[in-house]
């Protein structure tokens, strides 16, 4: 099993993420935090050397000035833009079919908002797996997988940490975050370990921006 510790953005030093196998970030819908985007270096050296990084952004369009995803300085990022609706692309992915069971095309609707937007699927390059789109449109990308380096990135635009905050998004819409944690983001992170080659002791780690509550 994994041992979930939770860090600050000034904990993103070297020999901190060194003891990680798998960093979580939730990022709000706010810009990005100077001390994150100071730190981030970091995180891109240890992703490139084996480390499983997932993302969960808000704020999809903050990555035209504020980029945090690995490789993909091409993409385009739309957002925020919500949506209620979630359909999977790739149904053989470890993320919606993985041990903690199936996300179906139902699976992720009805959050408010399920997600705050998209990457544009033309805009990706080859070897990135397009899991699941939003909008019923193929073109518009709400989850994806792929390698950077030795690591292992997943991006999502779904706003997870609203929903796994006692008193957030949880209290309103009980089900879709029940779906979301038992199933989906649970999925999320045995597929991001499986598609890494952990360099670190066994920790996962968040970091919480959604509500920038840890950028102090």
Known sequence: GFLAVQLNDADLDPETLSHLDVLIIGLGNEDRPERLMANFPNVLAWVHAGGALIIHDSNPSANASQ?????????????????????????????????????????????????????????????????????????????????????????????????????YGGVWWPDFAARLETTYLRNEIYAAVLGANPVGGGWVSAIDQSEDVTDE
């Open 67 to 167: 980029d945090i995803v690995p490789g993909l300085d091409e993409a385009n990022f739309i957002g925020i833009v919500p949506s209620q609706e979630m359909n999977v692309l790739n149904a053989n992915s470890l993320i919606v079919n993985g041990p903690f069971g199936e996300v179906t095309n139902e699976t992720l609707d009805g959050g408010g908002y399920s997600n705050h937007g998209y990457v544009l699927a033309e805009s990706l390059p080859d070897g990135v797996d397009q899991v699941m789109n939003t909008d019923f449109d193929s073109n518009h990308i709400a989850v994806m997988q792929y390698e950077f380096g030795k690591g292992n990135v997943i991006y999502s635009t779904i706003p997870a940490e609203f929903y796994t905050k006692p008193d």
